[in-house]
Every structure is written in C-alpha cells, then in structure tokens.
C-alpha cells in the first residue's frame, strides 16, 4: 500500500523518500492535500542478460530438431531461384 506524502516532505526529504523507494516502497504525493504523483519502484518486465546455463537447460529440455531434416524441409519450401 502507497503512503500518502506532501510535497513539501518530498522536498525536504528527497534522498530519503527516494532511497525507500529504491528499497521497494511506494508514495502518492499531494499538493494543497490533493494526490498529484506516485512514486513507486521501476519493475523490470524482461531481463537483458539469460545465463549460459540456464540456456543450456532451457535448450535441452526443448524438442530436437534434426539439422538434415529442417534444411530438406526449407529447400523444399523455399524458391531457390531467387
């Protein structure tokens, strides 16, 4: 749950406030007593980097394919004139 800060304190208290949201926390900021802002953690949606061995493990688990096969299969498919 959001904890309700003025703005003021948000001034005042910047490096704090923002050192808690860091740490997991979220904020509704009000002005004159009205909700202006939310300040919350940024969730990251994908990762950037996937380990080799989790790779490996994700690879493994995956169906085989057999090189000799897809490559009849996609000369088949595929004009090789062009």
């Known amino acids: ?11 005042n208290d910047n490096a ?13 900021v009000t002005r004159n007593g009205v909700p202006v802002a939310e300040l919350s953690p940024i969730r990251a949606s994908r990762r950037t980097f996937v380990p080799k061995a989790e790779l490996v493990v994700l690879a493994a688990a995956g169906p ?6 897809f490559r009849a299969d996609t000369d088949r498919i595929i004009d090789q004139e062009l």
């Not at 749950?1 to 001034?11: D, S, V």
């Not at 704090?16 to 509704?28: L, M, P, Q, T």
């Open 1 to 11: 749950m959001a904890r309700t800060i003025a703005q003021r304190e948000l001034r």
């Open 16 to 28: 704090r406030v923002i050192e808690k949201v860091a740490a997991g926390e979220s904020f509704v």
């Open 64 to 69: 085989h394919i057999d090189a000799s096969l």
